[in-house]
C-alpha cells in the first residue's frame, strides 16, 4: 500500500516545484475515476473527504473505499486528507479513522459558517497541531475566508489573507499547509467574468511564499469551472447560469509561488452531471444505474487527468518511498512542529 502523508507529499512537489490535486469524494465512482486518473498519469494524489462527505457515505464506508484506492493502486502515492475540519474533535476522528492529513479550518467557528478571530484560530489550529503531529499526521490551517458555501460550510464573505498574520499565524500554530485566501470562492458560481489579476490576489501568494517558503500554500476553491462541462450539461436540460472559476494558468502561475494543493472538487461534479443528463436523453428506455454511472465516472476521469497534467503532477507517483506515520512522528519530535525538510 501506498498511504502517505501529505507533508511528505507536498515536500516532494516542493521539490519537484509541481502541484498536487486534491480531489473530493462521496462515492465509489468518484474514488475509481480519481485513481484511474493517478495511474494513467502516473500522479501522486490527495483524496480528500469533507464532513458533508463523511456523513453521506458514513465513515467507515468512506474509510474502506480511500484504503481500498491505497491497496488496489500500489504504485500510486495517496494522502487520506480531512476537508474543512470544523473543530480539534473532527480531526482526532478522522485521525483515528486513519487520515494521513488533516484540516483544522479555525477561521470559522465550529458552527462552519461564522468567521473566527485570529486568537481562537490561532488557538483551535494549535491544539490539533499537538495532537496530530504526536502520531505523524499533517495538518492544513486556513487563515482568511473565502466566498461562495458549499456543503454549508463558509460564511459567504471574503476576507483576503494577511501576509503579516499569515507570518505570525505559522509561527505559533506549526502547520505544514497554509490554506490562503484570494478572492476565490467555493462552488460553480465564483467570478460573472474572467478573472484578471485584479480579482485574483496572486500577489498574496508571491509574498506569503516569499516569507514562508517551507510552508505549503493551499488553493482553495480551484474549479476552473470549463465551459463545455457547463454547456453540456445545459444542452441536456440543466438550467446553470453564466459563470467562471479560476483559469488553470492562474494556478500554474500559483504553483510557481509556493502552491502545492490545488482543491477541485465542482469541476468533477459538473462533468459527472452532465455526462449523467446525456445519458438518460440519449436512451430514456435505460434504468441500470450502471448505464448512465460509467460515462459519469469516464468524464470525472478525464477532468482529473487533464488537471494533473496541468498541475505538473503526472510522471510523480514513483519518485519516492513513503515515510510512514511512527516515522514522521519521530520526525516532529526531533525537528520541532515546523519541518525544515523542504
Ligand atoms: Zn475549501
Not at 119 to 129: A, I, L
Not at 163 to 171: G, N, R
Not at 295 to 306: H, I, L, N
Amino acid at each position: 500500500m501506498a498511504l502517505v502523508t501529505m507533508r511528505q507529499l507536498l515536500d516532494e512537489a516542493a521539490k519537484g516545484n509541481y502541484g498536487v490535486g486534491a480531489f473530493n469524494v462521496n462515492n465509489l465512482e468518484q474514488v475509481q475515476a480519481i485513481m484511474e486518473a493517478a495511474r494513467e498519469t502516473e500522479s501522486p494524489v490527495i483524496i480528500q473527504a469533507s464532513r458533508g462527505a463523511r456523513k453521506y457515505a458514513n465513515d467507515r464506508f468512506l474509510y474502506h473505499l480511500m484504503e481500498a484506492a491505497a491497496e488496489v493502486y500500489p504504485e500510486i502515492s495517496v494522502a487520506l486528507h480531512q476537508d474543512h475540519g470544523n473543530s480539534p474533535e473532527t480531526c482526532k476522528s478522522a485521525i483515528d479513522l486513519g487520515f494521513t492529513s488533516v484540516m483544522m479550518d479555525g477561521s470559522l467557528m465550529d458552527d462552519g459558517k461564522t468567521p473566527a478571530d485570529f486568537e481562537y484560530n490561532v488557538r483551535v489550529t494549535r491544539e490539533v497541531v499537538e495532537m496530530a503531529h504526536e502520531v505523524g499526521v499533517t495538518v492544513e490551517g486556513e487563515l482568511g475566508t473565502l466566498g461562495g458555501i458549499e456543503d454549508g460550510v463558509g460564511s459567504g464573505e471574503v476576507h483576503l489573507t494577511d501576509p503579516d498574520q499569515a507570518v505570525e499565524f505559522v509561527e505559533r500554530t506549526g502547520v505544514d499547509a497554509l490554506a490562503v485566501a484570494i478572492g476565490t470562492s467555493h462552488g460553480a458560481y465564483k467570478f460573472t467574468s474572467e478573472p484578471d489579476r485584479d480579482v485574483l490576489a496572486m500577489n498574496i501568494i508571491e509574498e506569503i511564499n516569499e516569507r514562508l517558503p517551507t510552508t505549503h500554500l493551499v488553493m482553495h476553491g480551484s474549479s476552473s469551472v470549463p465551459k463545455e462541462l457547463v454547456d453540456t450539461i445545459n444542452r441536456y436540460g440543466g438550467e446553470i447560469r453564466p459563470t467562471f472559476g479560476v483559469p488553470v494558468r492562474e494556478i500554474q502561475e500559483g504553483i510557481k509561488h509556493g502552491v502545492r494543493k490545488v482543491n477541485v472538487d465542482t469541476d468533477l461534479r459538473l462533468a459527472a452531471t452532465g455526462a449523467i443528463r446525456k445519458a438518460f436523453a440519449e436512451d430514456p428506455s435505460e434504468f441500470d444505474p450502471r448505464y448512465y454511472l460509467k460515462p459519469a465516472r469516464a468524464a470525472m476521469q478525464e477532468v482529473v487527468r487533464a488537471r494533473m497534467e496541468a498541475f505538473g503532477q503526472a510522471g510523480h507517483a514513483r519518485d519516492y518511498d513513503p515515510i510512514s506515520l511512527h516515522d514522521m512522528a519521530a520526525r516532529y519530535r526531533e525537528q520541532g512542529h515546523q519541518l525544515t525538510t523542504v
